[in-house]
């Protein structure tokens, strides 16, 4: 289902009222309030409404902080007819444009999705372009990689509840042992744990609840608890 995103605003400014103008409930006839999602930091634009943005507003610097939200605002703007040149906000009244300097937005956001269809927004007489947005469902995957921690989480819910996006199955043991990996005399791996491609583990080594990357090799007599090497 499609999803057009009709409002963003910071969290840290939502209070108990959110206030969503008419014109945007008379363009869809429906819209959800959501506060318990985030903001993956992934966008895809067309190039040409892109390469517009950035030249009418030169002082943008942030696609997330600036970009983002003037679209979404902009959205159902429109040029009515006999008044060329003449914008129509979401209230319906005829304003100026806006400066380059509009309010940046934190990243923490509560949007307003909407699952209706392309014909209802075109109805409204809005402008150039739409903005959509894609949620997924519990039953998928999604997580921010922006640090070390969360590279560390990421790596060790491979083993765990996204054990499906390595591509290889656990074994008897709870496990994942690539086929070319080698493990020397006396050498043992632990359940909820993963050696890829190429491994090496030496002689009399101990390897529990860690993530070894491909081509990493572990000499003898070490004993590794919950690490990542790659």
Same mark, same amino acid.
């Given at each position: *289902?499609?999803?057009?995103?009709?409002?963003?605003?910071?969290?840290?400014?939502?209070?108990?009222?959110?206030? !969503?103008?008419?014109?945007?409930?008379?363009?869809?006839?429906?819209?959800?309030?959501?506060?318990?999602?985030?903001?993956?930091?992934?966008?895809?634009?067309?190039? *040409?409404?892109?390469?517009? +943005?950035?030249?009418?507003?030169?002082?943008?610097?942030?696609?997330?902080?600036?970009?983002?939200?003037? /679209?979404?605002?902009?959205?159902?703007?429109?040029?009515?007819?006999?008044?060329?040149? *003449?914008? !129509?906000?979401?209230?319906?009244? !005829?304003?100026?444009?806006?400066? @380059?300097?509009?309010?940046?937005?934190?990243?923490?956001?509560?949007?307003?999705? @909407?699952?209706?269809?392309?014909?209802?927004?075109?109805? @409204?007489?809005?402008? *150039?372009?739409?903005?959509? +947005?894609?949620?997924?469902? %519990?039953? %998928?995957?999604?997580?921010?990689?922006?640090?070390?921690?969360?590279?560390?989480?990421?790596?060790?819910?491979?083993?765990?509840?996204?054990?499906? /996006? $390595?591509?290889?199955?656990? $074994?008897?043991?709870?496990?994942?042992?690539?086929? $070319?990996? +080698?493990?020397?005399?006396? @050498?043992? !791996?632990?359940?909820?744990?993963?050696?890829?491609?190429?491994?090496?583990?030496?002689?009399?080594?101990?390897?529990?609840?860690?993530?070894?990357?491909?081509?990493?090799?572990?000499?003898?007599? +070490?004993?590794?608890?919950?690490?990542? /090497?790659?």
């Amino acid at each position: *289902t499609r999803q057009f995103l009709l409002h963003v605003v910071s969290g840290t400014d939502v209070e108990k009222d959110v206030r !969503v103008y008419k014109r945007k409930i008379r363009a869809v006839g429906q819209m959800e309030i959501r506060s318990d999602l985030m903001d993956a930091h992934l966008y895809a634009f067309n190039r *040409t409404t892109l390469q517009d +943005v950035l030249e009418q507003k030169e002082a943008y610097r942030s696609i997330r902080l600036e970009v983002l939200p003037y /679209l979404v605002k902009s959205q159902l703007r429109s040029a009515p007819s006999g008044g060329e040149g *003449t914008i !129509v906000d979401e209230t319906g009244n !005829v304003v100026v444009p806006p400066s @380059s300097n509009l309010q940046c937005l934190s990243q923490h956001r509560a949007i307003a999705p @909407s699952a209706f269809k392309q014909d209802l927004l075109a109805s @409204s007489g809005g402008g *150039t372009h739409r903005c959509c +947005v894609y949620i997924a469902s %519990k039953n %998928k995957y999604c997580h921010r990689l922006n640090s070390i921690q969360a590279y560390c989480d990421i790596n060790r819910d491979v083993i765990g509840e996204a054990s499906h /996006l $390595s591509g290889y199955s656990f $074994s008897s043991h709870n496990n994942i042992i690539h086929p $070319s990996c +080698v493990l020397g005399s006396k @050498s043992t !791996v632990g359940p909820q744990c993963m050696l890829a491609e190429g491994s090496q583990l030496g002689d009399k080594c101990g390897v529990k609840r860690s993530v070894i990357g491909r081509h990493c090799r572990i000499g003898s007599n +070490v004993k590794r608890l919950s690490i990542l /090497l790659s």
